[in-house]
């Protein structure tokens, strides 16, 4: 196996996941930068609260596109490679998290890169693997938005069904299971990019969204 391909494949996929879609949108949308606002990622779910719905649906289909996007490059630099398929997912993936167009300094003077929680791009690495996992997982990942109401929870479940979802197939059809390497990577970077969330999560003070914040926020009208 040529070593240029494997190195294209490893840079364009980061390149690619790395493009902050939700700070374009929110800049074409409002001016604004969506980095100073709400959790400051890049990804949907902030972008929802920065510039309303729409944008957010725009970032996230966007992000998605990222995950799709490393199975063609993956297609078309080293075809018939299924471990090149799912490392390409994977980077773009960790690059959707930890963009190079997203680096900031904290105040201990450490760099740090920063990006999404990784929902959409990993739902579009899945997707890029089987385009039908989209059937089982957005599905999914809608109820645990709507009826759970933690945006970092329904990122989690992204990642744990494309787990099962890979697995099963890996029994069942005699999928690839290289397939199931990428559901647990996915499910290790989310889970490092969520520790803020995690950490709220466990002390009751994460953010309540879809249904759930609804029936909260009017149920306590009455």
């Given at each position: 196996?040529?070593?240029?391909?494997?190195?294209?494949?490893?840079?364009?996929?980061?390149?690619?996941?790395?493009?902050?879609?939700?700070?374009?949108?929110?800049?074409?949308?409002?001016?604004?930068?969506?980095?100073?606002?709400?959790?400051?990622?890049?990804?949907?779910?902030?972008?929802?609260?920065?510039?309303?719905?729409?944008?957010g649906l725009l970032t996230a289909g966007l992000d998605v596109g990222?995950?799709?996007?490393?199975?063609?490059?993956?297609?078309?630099?080293?075809?018939?490679?299924?471990?090149?398929?799912?490392?390409?997912?994977?980077?773009?993936?960790?690059?959707s998290t930890h963009s190079i167009f997203n680096i900031e300094r904290?105040?201990?003077?450490?760099?740090?890169?920063?990006?999404?929680?990784?929902?959409?791009?990993?739902?579009?690495?899945?997707?890029?693997?089987?385009?039908?996992?989209?059937?089982?997982?957005?599905?999914?990942?809608?109820?645990?938005?709507?009826?759970?109401?933690?945006?970092?929870?329904?990122?989690?479940?992204?990642?744990?069904?494309?787990?099962?979802?890979?697995?099963?197939?890996?029994?069942?059809?005699?999928?690839?299971?290289?397939?199931?390497?990428?559901?647990?990577?996915?499910?290790?970077?989310?889970?490092?990019?969520?520790?803020?969330?995690?950490?709220?999560?466990?002390?009751?003070?994460?953010?309540?969204?879809?249904?759930r914040a609804y029936y909260l926020k009017h149920g306590n009208q009455?």
């Open positions: 196996m040529e070593l240029l391909p494997i190195f294209m494949m490893f840079v364009l996929s980061y390149f690619i996941g790395s493009i902050p879609w939700g700070w374009v949108v929110v800049k074409l949308f409002t001016g604004k930068d969506v980095r100073a606002m709400g959790s400051g990622r890049t990804g949907g779910t902030n972008v929802m609260r920065a510039a309303g719905f729409f944008a990222k995950g799709l996007a490393s199975g063609w490059i993956a297609d078309a630099l080293l075809p018939g490679n299924v471990w090149a398929k799912v490392l390409a997912a994977v980077i773009a993936l960790l690059a904290d105040e201990t003077g450490h760099i740090h890169l920063r990006g999404g929680a990784g929902g959409a791009t990993g739902l579009g690495g899945a997707m890029a693997l089987w385009p039908l996992s989209f059937l089982v997982i957005f599905p999914v990942a809608a109820l645990v938005f709507a009826f759970v109401g933690y945006a970092s929870v329904t990122t989690i479940s992204i990642a744990v069904v494309s787990v099962i979802l890979f697995a099963v197939r890996a029994i069942a059809v005699d999928a690839p299971w290289q397939y199931i390497v990428y559901g647990i990577l996915a499910l290790l970077i989310v889970l490092y990019a969520l520790r803020p969330n995690l950490k709220r999560l466990r002390e009751g003070t994460e953010r309540v969204v879809g249904l009455h």
